[in-house]
Nanobody
Framework: QVQLVESGGGLVQAGGSLRLSCAGSGRTFSTYTMGWFRQAQGKEREYVAA????????YYLDSVKGRFTISRDDAKNTVYLQMNSLKPEDTAVYYC????????????WGQGTQVTVSS
């Protein structure tokens, strides 16, 4: 298990940008696939983005492609989600999560950070 702490959420106007950070603990952080999820009030959780341990072929939810970028800095045990051209529909609590090698599930989760985009 890896402990995860998100930061960087806040209130931003539509069209603005935010960068979320997720700091992980432990010496095996670099072996995890890292993901970002979000859940808006009253809605199902969405799988927003993911980056493998190798950093290749990141995954993005269709509605964020071209606007969000996921990256990782294993020297800092941190994964980032750069969010540009934000829209009110991006408003949600954003969570980062970790999936171990060979595992089908994201088993470690952060506490979440609120992102609110005003119109």
């Amino acid at each position: 298990q890896v402990q995860l702490v998100e930061s960087g959420g806040g209130l931003v106007q539509a069209g603005g940008s935010l960068r979320l950070s997720c700091a992980g603990s432990g010496r095996t952080f670099s072996t995890y696939t890292m993901g970002w999820f979000r859940q808006a009030q009253g809605k199902e959780r969405e799988y927003v983005a993911a980056i493998s341990w190798s950093g290749t072929n990141p995954y993005y939810l269709d509605s964020v492609k071209g606007r969000f970028t996921i990256s990782r800095d294993d020297a800092k045990n941190t994964v980032y989600l750069q969010m540009n051209s934000l829209k009110p529909e991006d408003t949600a609590v954003y969570y980062c999560a970790a999936r171990g090698k060979g595992s089908g599930d994201f088993s470690s989760w952060g506490q979440g950070t609120q992102v609110t985009v005003s119109s």
